[in-house]
C-alpha cells in the first residue's frame, strides 16, 4: 500500500503489517494530504472532524486570540499527533491551527471511527488507541515544560530556562532549536522585540552565542 514505510515508522502503527495497516486505513476512514511550508493543515475554529498524524514533516500548533495575539502551542514533528484529547473531550471545532513548518506530508483520521470502533474492533486497534494515549501523554510533558518556561518572571528567565531545557535533552551546549525567532517569542509568549534584545544583552555578557537557530549556551557561566 501507499505510504506503508511512513506509517511503519510511527509508534502508532509500527508494529502492524501491511495487511493491517490497510485494513485500518479504511476502517479509521483516513486520508493523506502533502502541504507546503507555510500552509495550514488544519484552522482554528474549522469543524473538527479528523485526528492528524504527521508522516513527513513538521508544524506549528498555534492559538490566535481575540486580539490576534498568536501564541504557538506546540511544535508537532514526524510521528506527532494532534486533537486526540480535543476527540475525547468532544469538541466540535479545532481549538488551535497547526502550520506545516517543512514540506509535509499528513495522515488525517476520523475522529469517530477512531474513537468509536465498529462491532468488529480487532486486538489491531486496541493497540492503535493504547500507542495514541501514550502519544498524548508525551504530548502533555511537552506542554508541562512550555508550562515551566513561561512561567518564569523576566524574558531572560524564560530564555534562559527554554535554552538549557534544549540543551540538556541535545545533550550539548551546541543545538539548534526548532523555532525562528519570531516563532520564539511566540512560544515564549514574550515580546519579539524586547526578547531580541535581551538575547543580545546574552551575547555580550557572553553567557550565550548564537546565529539564526543554532546556539551555544556557555553554561558554566549560569552558575
Known amino acids: 500500500m501507499e505510504y506503508f514505510e511512513e506509517l511503519k515508522s ?7 503489517t501491511e495487511f493491517e495497516c490497510q485494513a485500518m486505513m479504511f476502517c479509521f476512514k483516513t486520508r493523506f494530504k502533502t502541504f507546503d511550508k507555510n500552509q495550514s493543515i488544519i484552522k482554528q475554529g474549522d469543524k473538527m472532524e479528523d485526528i492528524i498524524l504527521i508522516l513527513k514533516g513538521s508544524g506549528n ?19 506527532d499527533v494532534y486533537g486526540v484529547e480535543s476527540a475525547y473531550a468532544g469538541d466540535e471545532y ?14 488525517f483520521m476520523n475522529k469517530h471511527r477512531l474513537i468509536n470502533p465498529c462491532e468488529n474492533r ?10 495514541l494515549m501514550r502519544l498524548v501523554a508525551e504530548s502533555n510533558i511537552k506542554l508541562l515544560d512550555k ?24 545533550k550539548s551546549n ?3 532549536i526548532p523555532f525562528n525567532i519570531t516563532e520564539l517569542a511566540n512560544y515564549l509568549s514574550v515580546d519579539r522585540s524586547a526578547m531580541s534584545f535581551e538575547l543580545s544583552k546574552m551575547k555580550k555578557e557572553g553567557l ?13 557561566k549560569l552558575k
Open 122 to 131: 480487532c486486538k489491531r486497534h486496541d493497540l492503535v488507541i493504547k500507542n
Open 208 to 220: 550565550i552565542d548564537y546565529d539564526k537557530r543554532q546556539f551555544h549556551l556557555f553554561s558554566n
Open 174 to 176: 551546541y543545538f539548534e
Open 61 to 79: 500548533v498555534e492559538n490566535v486570540d481575540s486580539l490576534g495575539n498568536i501564541s504557538i502551542v506546540m511544535q508537532l514533528k514526524k510521528g
Open 10 to 16: 510511527t509508534k502508532i502503527f509500527n508494529s502492524a
Open 94 to 107: 479545532y481549538k488551535d491551527s497547526v502550520i506545516a513548518t517543512d514540506k509535509s506530508l499528513v495522515l
Open 147 to 170: 508550562l515551566n518556561h513561561i512561567s518564569k518572571k523576566t524574558t531572560r528567565e524564560k530564555l534562559l530556562s527554554y535554552l538549557s531545557s534544549v540543551s540538556e535533552k541535545s
